[in-house]
């Protein structure tokens, strides 16, 4: 990710492979390091909550037929 801020306000974020869809920066931008466009966007990056754990499989009910076999 780059990141770009214009002396006038302006914020741009560019994402992706510049060199597959080519992007003109346009005139007074400079590049920013991530840091420095969150504070000046006032942005916040906020982490994505851990998975859940994986519920152990719950077995398999035996067949009715198997069931009354056993006297059940």
């Not at 080519?22 to 966007?41: D, F, H, N, S, W």
Request: glycine letters at 10%; proline letters at 11%; zero cysteines.
């Amino acid at each position: 990710m780059r990141y770009y801020l214009s002396d006038t306000g302006g914020a741009m974020a560019v994402s992706g492979d510049t060199g597959v869809f080519p992007v003109t920066i346009p005139e007074g931008y400079r590049e920013v390091t991530q840091a420095e466009y969150l504070a000046a966007t006032g942005a916040e990056i906020v982490p994505l909550p851990p998975e859940p754990a994986a519920k152990a499989a719950a077995p398999a009910a035996a067949p009715a037929k198997a069931r009354r076999a056993k006297g059940k």
